[in-house]
């Protein structure tokens, strides 16, 4: 550690428990859950700042910024580390920025927009939305550790993406304020369309400080799961429920079998053999969705209220990249791809792969709106790895008969297929991180414009 950067931050913050420089600290703070992927695995697993900062305030937070950009430090912001990518792991060491400490909910609007700090946990956040007649329009199933700035910075959508789409869709997220990486750092206003400058940007391109995030009207939630003989029959039944207005959801989930034998902790709603559906569904709707499921020869194996995050058992600890989580505690072969299907074309897509690689794809399927209000397959299939190269072919197939990929198996914005067409955060980088200082390497497009 080097003694005139821990001086140099001593005096920037009141209490200098708050600069952690123990190994063990600094190994958790620069990591997250990239080990998700055996590519990524060993790349990253080495990869450590040299010191973690915990500011409490904005103040503290500049002055942090101020003393990095001065002395060329790098700087590699952390929400709570729930990422899979490695977004916050520093690839040039240098300062962790951990703003876990900056977690206030300042006030929930009377038109249910949620303004707060980047450190606020989802789940609490949910909680006490829900005091309030509201609760949050989509979350990950990390629901309980996530924070919303890691949310915003690294995270694409989740629970209640069935209804309310994505993070950058129907002006969920209303504004933010970031702080620049300049010479002198500066808190920037971003609103509207300009809040796409910052959203999914791993903090390459500026420090989320303040957010104003829309919430929905809260709903009298009912968590169900249904068994099928097959998983075109579950598919079939899922699909009608996600696609359907007329249906109050914010889950719609499907797996093939055997996935839900990898679920011990539910094993009592699992039918040995049958794929599954999970729904959350508007609790008063609940008796027309099990005729319905009846209906398609599904057997419904649970169904209990959800009374908000501390719900048990709380079925969304079982979807999105959860689903990955159980089925590496199974069987540590497994990893998972992120993928987008055809909401036309999707069950000859399952054909092809199906013909082309067996049980080395196993599907699980998330149904989400987009943008155009159209419902469509998501998808974060269970995959069995044997090498990178048939990793790669599987992801390179999946791509030539039209099912999108973001490659959670790299490190870099680009290749992780959510970069914009339009280079808005390539511009934003230019703009508020001229030299390259927060998060280097994982911006692959950019080039300094001033050598440090």
């Keep these: 550690m080097n003694a005139e950067l821990l001086a140099g931050l001593s005096s920037l913050v009141s209490d200098s428990a708050r600069i952690l420089t123990a190994p063990s600290v600094l190994e958790r703070l620069s990591h997250d859950f990239y080990w998700y992927s055996p590519v990524l695995r060993p790349k990253l697993a080495n990869k450590s700042g040299d010191v973690a900062v915990q500011p409490l305030n904005m103040d503290e937070l500049l002055a942090v910024l101020r003393y990095a950009g001065r002395h060329a ?79 915003l910075a690294g ?65 009298e939630w009912t968590q169900c799961t249904v068994a099928f003989d097959t998983f075109d029959q579950a598919f079939t039944f899922t699909e009608s429920v996600a696609v359907n207005s007329a249906w109050t959801k914010r889950l719609a989930t499907v797996f093939e079998w055997p996935i839900p034998s990898y679920f011990a902790p539910i094993k009592q709603m699992v039918r040995a053999g049958k794929s599954m559906a999970l729904v959350m569904i508007a609790t008063q709707q609940l008796d027309a969705l099990r005729a319905a499921a009846a209906a398609a020869g599904g057997e419904a194996t649970f169904a209990e209220s959800y009374e908000g995050p501390r719900t048990q058992p709380l ?84 791509r030539s008969i039209g099912v999108f990929v973001a490659n959670p198996h790299v490190n870099s914005l680009e290749d992780g297929g959510r970069f914009r067409a339009d280079n808005v955060q390539l511009l934003a980088k230019q703009k508020y991180d001229p030299r390259g200082l927060l998060n280097p390497g994982k911006m692959l497009s950019f080039r300094k414009a001033v050598a440090q």
């Design 73 to 151: 430090i790098p700087v590699t912001v952390r929400g709570a580390g729930t990422g899979n990518y490695g977004q916050c792991v520093p690839l040039e060491g240098g300062i962790v920025l951990d703003l876990a400490l900056m977690d206030k909910l300042e006030k929930i609007t009377t038109d249910g927009v949620a303004v707060c700090q980047p450190g606020l946990r989802l789940g609490a956040l949910e909680a006490e939305a829900r005091k309030h007649g509201w609760e949050l329009r989509m979350y990950p199933s990390t629901l309980a550790k996530a924070s919303i700035g890691g949310f």
């Design 155 to 219: 995270g694409s959508g989740g629970i209640g993406s069935v209804t309310h789409g994505g993070l950058r869709d129907f002006d969920t997220v209303r504004a933010f304020e970031v702080v620049t990486m300049e010479e002198e750092p500066r808190v920037v206003l971003h609103e509207g369309p300009a809040v796409h400058e910052i959203l999914h940007a791993w903090g390459t391109n500026g420090v989320l400080t303040r957010i104003w995030f829309a919430l929905a009207p809260a709903v």
């Design 315 to 398: 079925l969304s600890d079982y979807t999105w990249n959860h689903t990955t989580l159980w089925a590496m505690k199974a069987d540590p072969a497994y990893t998972y791809l992120q993928c987008g299907f055809s909401p036309t074309e999707c069950r000859e897509q399952f054909h092809l792969l199906r013909a082309r690689y067996g049980e080395e794809i196993l599907f699980h399927i998330e149904f989400m709106k987009n943008g155009e209000g159209v419902v469509t397959p998501g998808a974060i299939p269970v995959v069995r790895f044997t090498t990178e190269e048939r990793l790669n072919d599987m992801i390179a197939y999946c």
